[in-house]
Each structure stands twice: as C-alpha cells, then as structure tokens.
C-alpha cells in the first residue's frame, strides 16, 4: 500500500512543518515495519553539510576515491569505518552524494541517495503516530539544510527482517540480492549480510551487456574494468535500478565469487 501526503515547510528562517493529505489522526508508523519516503531533489552545500555534522558531533566518514577518512566532530580519529558505522549519528559522504542516519529512544531515520533526488528511510522502535514523527524529523533535517521548502512525500512500508522482500520492478534486470540491498533499511548491514563488497556508497557489480551493445556512457566513470560482454563496476547504490533498466544491459548481478574444492 502505498501512501500520499504533501509536506509544506515554511520558509528556511521558520522551522514550522505543516502536514496536510493523511487520514485519522490515528494512523500509525508500526514497530514492525520500516519506511522509505521519497524526498525528491535536494540542493546544499556538500561541504557546508559536513561542517554541519561535525559541529553537530557527528561521525563523518568521508571517502577520497576508495580511502575514507573518520572524523568524530571535528576531530580526525583513527577509527575503522566500521566501527563509526555503530554510531548513533553518523554522515557517510562519498562521491557526490551522502548518507545521514540519526536515532533517537522511538526511531532511526537516514536518509540517503534514491533513483530520484534522496529518501527518508524511518524505522520505528513502535508504533508512532504518523504526522507527530514526520513533522519532528523533517523539522530536524530542516535545521541542518537538507529538506527543502516543499517537498512531495510518497510512503512505502516494508517488513522488517523479510529475507524475501519484493521482486525487482518490472523491465529491471537486477539480481534479487542487489534489489534488496536497493530497498534495505541498512544498506551497510545488508551487505556484510550477503557478503556484498561495498566501498563509501558505492557496490561492487557485474553488468552483462547484451550483444552488439555497450555500457551507457553515464555509468564510465565507474567501471572497474571491462569486456565486450562484461563490465564490473564500483556503482553507487542509486545508480542499480537505472543501469539494470538500461536498454543495453540483460543483467546486473554480483561478481561470481571463486569457490575452493
């Protein structure tokens, strides 16, 4: 089921949310499920973002090509980016794009790269009131510039802990391992899960060509190496429902990973 409403902030100096296309007062976001909420597109200042963060006492890791470094605040710390990833509040920036999950005693949300613009993903800790948990998110990320002064929302819920999940969309050739990754609640942790080789926001992927045709130029910049008939790539996340629906591509999937007898 899916779910609509139009979210109407005022201007950035006024950080009051008006929530306006929902039922009962009484709808629920529910402990069992987690949600993914469309953003749209987002302008800010990536670097002011960081600044932001750090001020704000996050752990920031942020990825030069395949070396991050970790800050916590302001200072640079010599943590494993695994172990900045348990924080309550971390900022992954990597490749253009970033990754900000906070959580609080009720929730944790991120938000993160989508085929379009940036997603909210909520999950809840129980059941919560619909319209009272988005107005103190969105009024949140607002005081950090993230959400902008009107955004339309579309709400999905999914399972939590649903090893099966949903199939790829229609006319997108994408292994169901790597979908689900797409629609995880924790990109980091359904990775180490499957064993997925994942570097910033970015994963590690095979995409098989069908004949006489080659890769779509706007994915280059990320080919690791590549064949007439195969490419490999380091690929952000946002970017595996698009290079799955391309015209010139049959598959995308994991690389195959030698087994010893």
Do not use: C
């Amino acid at each position: 089921m899916v779910r609509r409403m139009v979210l109407i902030l005022a201007v950035v100096f006024l950080p009051a949310v008006a929530l306006t296309g929902f039922g009962q007062a009484s709808s629920q976001f529910l402990q069992t499920q987690y949600y993914i909420l469309s953003l749209g597109k987002i302008e800010l200042d990536l670097d002011g973002l960081v600044q932001t963060a750090k001020s704000g006492g996050f752990s920031v890791i942020a990825y030069e090509g395949e070396s991050p470094a970790v800050y916590r605040g302001q200072e640079l710390v010599n943590r494993s980016v695994e172990e900045a990833l348990s924080d309550e509040r971390i900022l992954v920036v990597d490749v253009g794009r970033f990754y900000l999950r906070t959580a609080s005693a009720e929730y944790t949300y991120a938000v993160r790269p989508a085929v379009e613009g940036y997603e909210l993903v909520l999950s809840p800790f129980q059941d919560l009131a619909i319209a009272e948990t988005l107005s103190s998110v969105l009024m949140s990320l607002q005081e950090i510039g993230i959400v902008g002064d009107s955004v339309d929302l579309e709400f999905s819920p999914f399972v939590k802990n649903d090893l099966k999940g949903p199939p790829p969309p229609t006319g997108v050739a994408l292994e169901s391992t790597l979908y689900r990754l797409v629609i995880a609640e924790d990109w980091f942790q359904h990775s180490v899960d499957n064993s997925l080789t994942m570097i910033g926001l970015r994963v590690e992927v095979v995409a098989e060509k069908l004949p006489g045709n080659s890769l779509p130029e706007r994915f280059a910049p990320f080919v690791v190496e590549e064949t007439e008939q195969l490419a490999k790539l380091l690929l952000p996340i946002d970017e595996l429902i698009p290079l799955a629906g391309s015209n010139s591509i049959g598959y995308v999937r994991m690389p195959y990973q030698p087994v010893v007898p």
